[in-house]
C-alpha cells in the first residue's frame, strides 16, 4: 500500500523557469509533510517542509504547497537552476519529521 | 559539524552469507534511523532508536535483521542470511530528537549476487 505517490518519475525543465513537483498521499492521518533532495552517492537532504495547519510555505527560490482536500502537495521552484537538478521525494508523517514515509521520487533535470 | 557517517560504502555478497553496516551520527543526536532503498523507490524505515532503546522496529525483517545502539552513539545493522531482495541502499539518519529533522548519511549500497 503506497500511501505517498509521486507519479512522475521525472521532469525535464529550462534553467531559468519554474519547476512543479507533485506528491500525493491517501494516510489523512498525515499532519507534516517534507521534500527532500538527493544528489547521486548522497544521502537525502531536507529541503523545506509545511504543517497541516497551513497552505503555502515559502523559503527563498522554493515554495510548498499544500491541498488538504485533495490529499496533494507540490514543490515549486523558480527559477530552476541547474544545481537543482537532482532527485526529489516527498515524505509525510503522523508525528512531526519522525516515521517519514516517503514516495517514489521524482528526477528533475535543468536544461541549460 | 561532521556529518552523518556511513561505512561500508559499497558492499558486493552471495546470497546467504552476511554482512554488516555501520553508522555514526552527527555528535549529540539522541535518535537514529535506519532506512532501506530499493533502486527506482523511497527510503523506507526499518528501525528506529531513541538512545540506546528501539523506538519502532515494525518494518524491520526481524528473521535476518537485527540492528544494534550498544552505547547510544554508533550503530551496527546486520543481515544474516542475505537473499538477493535485499540488494539496496541503506541509509542511516540521525536527528537531535525524535520530531527534529533528520539528517542522512551517504548510504551503504548493497549487492546482493
Known amino acids: 500500500d503506497q500511501q505517498v505517490k509521486q507519479n512522475s518519475p521525472s521532469l525535464s525543465v529550462q534553467e531559468g523557469r519554474i519547476s512543479i513537483l507533485n506528491c500525493d498521499y491517501t494516510n489523512s492521518m498525515f499532519d507534516y509533510f517534507l521534500w527532500y533532495k538527493k544528489y547521486p552517492a548522497e544521502g537525502p537532504t531536507f529541503l523545506i517542509s509545511?504543517?497541516?495547519?497551513?497552505d503555502k510555505n515559502e523559503d527563498g527560490r522554493f515554495t510548498v504547497f499544500l491541498n488538504k482536500s485533495a490529499k496533494h502537495l507540490s514543490l515549486h521552484i523558480v527559477p530552476s537552476q541547474p544545481g537543482d537538478s537532482a532527485v526529489y521525494f516527498c515524505a509525510a508523517s503522523v508525528q512531526g519529521a519522525q516515521k517519514l514515509v516517503f514516495g517514489q521520487g521524482t528526477r528533475l533535470t535543468i536544461n541549460p | 559539524e561532521a556529518g552523518v557517517a556511513q561505512s561500508p560504502r559499497y558492499k558486493i555478497i552471495e546470497k546467504r552469507q552476511s554482512v554488516a553496516f555501520w553508522c555514526n551520527p552527527i555528535?549529540?543526536?539522541?535518535?537514529l534511523y535506519w532506512y532501506q532503498q530499493i533502486l527506482g523507490q523511497g527510503p523506507k524505515l526499518l528501525i528506529q532508536?531513541?538512545?540506546?532503546?528501539?523506538?519502532?522496529d515494525s518494518q524491520l525483517p526481524k528473521d535476518r535483521f537485527s540492528a544494534e545502539r550498544l552505547k547510544g552513539v554508533d550503530s551496527t545493522l546486520k543481515i544474516q542470511p542475505a537473499k538477493l531482495e535485499d540488494s539496496a541502499v541503506y541509509l542511516c539518519a540521525s536527528s537531535l530528537a525524535p520530531s527534529d529533522e533528520q539528517y542522512f548519511g551517504p548510504g551503504t549500497r548493497l549487492t546482493v549476487t
Open positions: 532508536f531513541q538512545n540506546n532503546g528501539v523506538v519502532d
Open positions: 509545511i504543517s497541516s495547519i497551513k
Open positions: 555528535s549529540g543526536h539522541a535518535t
